[in-house]
Nanobody
Framework: QVQLVESGGGAVQAGGSLRLSCAAS????????MGWYRQGPGKERELVAG???????NYADSVKDRFTISRDNAKNTVYLEMNSLKPEDTAVYYC????????????????WGQGTQVTVSS
């Protein structure tokens, strides 16, 4: 199977920065898109940022110009650099990856990390 392990969450004051990492391991032939989602208290899970295997990125409007997503394909790892953090960024952040386990897989499968808490205080 495939496992996604996140790290880098924590507590920070408003205006601070954090860097999240998510490493995929297991049976992996290729990884298509990777992304970060978040779920705040009482809210639905939402896309924060995504990145294709070719490096094309997209961001939620609320994090544009503050967050940067990147990936290291050789390490099957995706990162989220978060700057100028706001209290409304407080949430559990989840890593997502679309993985083909073998060359025979016609379509990738969705995998999720366990989540990492980010808390921003005012």
């Amino acid at each position: 199977q495939v496992q996604l392990v996140e790290s880098g969450g924590g507590a920070v004051q408003a205006g601070g920065s954090l860097r999240l990492s998510c490493a995929a391991s297991g049976i992996i032939f290729s990884i298509n898109a990777m992304g970060w989602y978040r779920q705040g208290p009482g809210k639905e899970r939402e896309l924060v940022a995504g990145i294709t295997s070719g490096g094309r990125t997209n961001y939620a409007d609320s994090v544009k110009d503050r967050f940067t997503i990147s990936r290291d394909n050789a390490k099957n790892t995706v990162y989220l650099e978060m700057n100028s953090l706001k209290p409304e960024d407080t949430a559990v952040y989840y890593c997502n990856a679309q993985v083909r386990m073998t060359s025979a897989d016609r379509l990738p499968r969705n995998y999720w990390g366990q989540g990492t808490q980010v808390t921003v205080s005012s």
